[in-house]
């Protein structure tokens, strides 16, 4: 019964709003090859360096090169756009597991 809410909650967010735009915005930055390589170079930096968070190593020089990379992306129309959607569905996907977190008695700040 509660696997059955939770794939309620799943159609609900593939029919949100927030969902909608960031497909919308993602086909329309992706659109660009060289915006689609950047994004593709940005995402897979992004996701390496919060690995490395997670086990306490950092490395400055890729902390450096996604800042720049991001910065590089935001005068891209389309990719700007694309973040920023992808910003707000993370938003929203974050209020909904600290809504799940708190209901269980999990302090998501310790």
Partial sequence: MLMDDANALADKLRDSNEYKHYLETK??????QTT???LDEFF???KRLQAAA???ETDELAERKLQKLGELLQFDSA????????YR?????????RVL???VGFDLDA
């Fill in 27 to 32: 086909a329309r930055a992706y659109e660009n």
């Fill in 36 to 38: 689609a390589t950047l």
């Fill in 44 to 46: 897979s930096l992004r």
């Fill in 54 to 56: 997670a086990t306490g």
């Fill in 79 to 86: 990719a700007a756009e694309f973040l920023m959607a992808e």
């Fill in 89 to 97: 569905l993370n938003d929203l996907l974050g209020g909904i597991y």
């Fill in 101 to 103: 977190a708190k209901a």
